[in-house]
């Protein structure tokens, strides 16, 4: 299973990027995803979270201004982020899990890591 985030950069506060992830080896269509994020010194949390139907969860820190998709048929992860903050510098992970009718955003959820893309937010 690999997967490959990208679209991350630097902005400044007020801007949007999206960012995306690309799945393969994976019966991605059938399977739960997340995003997560990891500032430096502070643990990984969970941003948002979409099962197999596209019913999602999102974090009350991004709610409003985040959005997880998915294209099942281009194996693509999608996250929009409009209105970034300075606290949303964070490196991006995208995570697939191992049941596909609901999601959780919480780390030991995810079975599958990749290996993270940097947004970078000034003031």
Same mark, same amino acid.
């Given at each position: 299973v &690999?997967? !490959?985030?990208?679209?991350? @950069? #630097? !902005? &400044? +506060?007020?801007? *949007?990027? $999206?960012?995306?992830? +690309?799945? #393969?080896?994976?019966?991605? *269509?059938t399977y739960s995803m997340g995003w997560f994020r990891q500032a430096p010194g502070k643990e990984r949390e969970g941003v948002a979270?979409? @099962?197999?139907?596209g019913r999602t969860l999102i #974090? @009350? *820190? !991004? =709610?409003?201004? %985040?959005?997880? #998709? $998915? @294209?099942? +048929? =281009?194996?693509?992860?999608?996250? &929009?982020m409009n209105n970034l903050k %300075?606290?949303?510098? +964070?490196?991006y992970y995208c995570a697939a899990g191992s049941r596909g009718d609901y999601c959780i955003i919480a780390v030991g959820?995810?079975?599958?890591?990749?290996q993270g893309t940097q947004v970078? !937010? *000034?003031s």
């Open positions: &690999q997967l !490959v985030e990208s679209g991350g @950069d #630097s !902005v &400044q +506060a007020g801007g *949007s990027l $999206r960012l995306s992830c +690309a799945v #393969s080896g994976y019966t991605y *269509s979270c979409i @099962d197999s139907n #974090s @009350d *820190s !991004v =709610k409003g201004r %985040f959005t997880i #998709s $998915r @294209d099942n +048929a =281009k194996n693509i992860l999608y996250l &929009q %300075f606290e949303d510098t +964070a490196m959820w995810y079975n599958y890591w990749g970078t !937010v *000034s």
